[in-house]
């Protein structure tokens, strides 16, 4: 049985675009979905990555417009000035992590959308939010070695924008950790038998907005005869009914790569473990003590693609 599930707060931090303008983009899409900005606390973080050099950190303006989401100011729900205003003043994100998950050790999940900065720096302000999340989501890093921020890199955007803070974040959390790599994105992208847009075409309010939104990224990939495939989204489904979402999954331990001219960023997985002791996880030949990480590998595409089009149709 699924418990009741509902957003405490949200946190935003430089990716595709900065931190601020990531903060205004939360804004319209809570206002997309009929809900007072005011009323879920917005955290603005991060506005560079942990260290870093000219080559981490890389937006996405060419795939998802000027300001992450297809540049398209006056479609619904208009941008407001207001949208830049919405965070809570005089708190960093990190800080409220730490407030908010001592207020409720064990009690709430992380789920992570993007780089990984505000999370590292929360473990650095306080050790103990290590052991505070009941669990962290984690949409990020890769399983395969797949690349998808330059034509000569294996590291994933999200783990490659702050290799740093994905490091400490792998190495640090002792909670559950599941990751959904970004080969859930890249090996269903050519799937046919899914429309993966037919929820962008009801004449919904929300549906409209994630048109909007996603209209860039659905147009470059188009060239190249893909579908712009579910992303983040598994990730949050993930969170809410891991039971229905997971289909296939790998315990895998391992490491963020932090030196390599094509690697860095990127998650090096200890595959040897699997060949002996996979099931029960326990300490096999070539294993140290790094906690497991889960890895989905296979999702349950038509019930995530169901949830999306009843999300779409509440929002009236």
Aim: hydrophobic share 40%; charged share 20%; with cysteine.
């Amino acid at each position: 049985m699924m418990t009741l599930k509902f957003v405490l707060a949200i946190t935003t931090v430089i990716g595709c675009v900065s931190a601020l303008q990531a903060t205004a983009n939360v804004a319209r899409t809570l206002r997309a979905n009929g809900v007072n900005p005011k009323k879920i606390p917005i955290y603005r973080g991060a506005e560079t990555p942990l260290i870093g050099n000219d080559h981490d950190h890389e937006g996405e303006k060419w795939f998802f417009g000027a300001d992450g989401i297809s540049g398209r100011p006056n479609d619904f729900p208009p941008v407001e000035a207001e949208d830049f205003l919405a965070h809570v003043e005089g708190k960093h994100a990190a800080n409220a992590l730490v407030d908010i998950f001592k207020e409720h050790p064990n009690e709430i999940t992380l789920v992570c959308l993007g780089p990984l900065t505000n999370i590292a720096m929360a473990l650095k302000l306080c050790p103990m939010f290590s052991q505070w999340p009941k669990q962290v989501v984690c949409m990020g890093g890769n399983v395969y070695g797949a690349g998808n921020v330059k034509s000569y890199s294996t590291a994933e955007f999200n783990f490659s924008n702050d290799p740093e803070a994905a490091h400490i974040v792998i190495k640090e959390l002792q909670c559950p950790v599941t990751i959904i790599p970004w080969e859930c994105f890249l090996f269903p992208a050519s799937e046919s038998k899914i429309d993966f847009h037919a929820h962008l075409n009801l004449d919904t309010p929300l549906s409209k907005y994630f048109n909007t939104v996603t209209f860039s990224g659905r147009k470059k990939l188009e060239e190249s005869g893909i579908q712009y495939a579910y992303c983040d989204e598994i990730a949050m489904a993930t969170a809410i009914d891991p039971e229905n979402i997971i289909l296939e999954e790998k315990k895998l331990r391992g490491s963020v790569e932090l030196h390599g001219s094509l690697t860095r960023g990127q998650l090096a997985l200890d595959w040897t473990e699997v060949l002996w002791n996979e099931e029960k996880m326990t300490l096999g030949k070539f294993c140290n003590k790094r906690r497991p990480i889960r890895f989905v590998v296979k999702y349950n595409i038509p019930f995530l693609d169901e949830m999306i089009h009843k999300t779409v149709k509440k929002c009236l």
